[in-house]
T-cell receptor, first 109, second 112 residues
Framework: EDQVTQSPEALRLQEGESSSLNCSYT??????LFWYRQDPGKGPEFLFT???AGEEKEKERLKATLTKKESFLHITAPKPEDSATYLC??????????FGPGTRLSVLP | NAGVTQTPKFQVLKTGQSMTLQCAQD?????MYWYRQDPGMGLRLIYY???????DKGEVPNGYNVSRLNKREFSLRLESAAPSQTSVYFC???????????FGQGTRLTVV
């Protein structure tokens, strides 16, 4: 069964305190690993796609990495505006995605 | 750039009532999706449409029907709403079977 888990469930950081979010997956055929940001009351907003183990992508304070079994979203020197829920999803055969439950990130000033 | 537009944003239904959630995208995408999001469970796929004229069941299709009206529009219908269908519903679209999906702002549905 295709499955995606994320840890931690919630993370509270002080402004400037770097950390990482984890996404672990077991799928029969990976067709991309996707990271999204979701603000309260809004739809998920696309951040990154990774396709191959060893691949990395960066955007401002965020960097996503991929191995054969997991992905990390590294947040460097976060700011309060980085507070959101971060969702991980894997693309699978048949046009679909399997989403993880998300990590709620709070960055305190 | 409207992207993916969902209507309505909020809805309260009584048990047994029916309603249709509307979704339209202006990105000329082939694939469209309906998800529901519940606390602690992530996004779960209800139905999807790989292209105009086709629809397929996802993980949680019971109690729902869909219509791919044309390339732009994909509607979700609840024929007889139940309290278990209280959720936030998201429509998404994707250019093809590869690449990222883009989401609407969601419909918060409460069934009492």
């Amino acid at each position: 069964e295709d499955q995606v888990t994320q840890s931690p469930e919630a993370l509270r950081l002080q402004e400037g305190e770097s950390s990482s979010l984890n996404c672990s997956y077991t799928v029969s055929g990976l067709r991309g690993l996707f990271w999204y940001r979701q603000d309260p009351g809004k739809g998920p907003e696309f951040l990154f796609t990774l396709y191959s183990a060893g691949e990395e992508k960066e955007k401002e304070r965020l960097k996503a990495t991929l191995t054969k079994k997991e992905s990390f979203l590294h947040i460097t020197a976060p700011k309060p505006e980085d507070s959101a829920t971060y969702l991980c999803a894997v693309g699978i055969y048949g046009q679909n995605f399997v989403f993880g439950p998300g990590t709620r990130l709070s960055v305190l000033p | 750039n409207a992207g993916v537009t969902q209507t309505p944003k909020f809805q309260v239904l009584k048990t047994g009532q029916s309603m249709t959630l509307q979704c339209a995208q202006d990105m000329n995408h082939n694939s469209m999706y309906w998800y529901r999001q519940d606390p602690g469970m992530g996004l779960r796929l209800i139905y999807y449409s790989a292209s105009e004229g086709t629809t397929d069941k996802g993980e949680v299709p019971n109690g729902y029907n869909v219509s791919r009206l044309n390339k732009r529009e994909f509607s979700l219908r609840l024929e007889s709403a139940a309290p278990s269908q209280t959720s936030v519903y998201f429509c998404a679209s994707r250019k093809s079977g590869q690449g990222e999906a883009f989401f609407g702002q969601g419909t918060r549905l409460t069934v009492v």
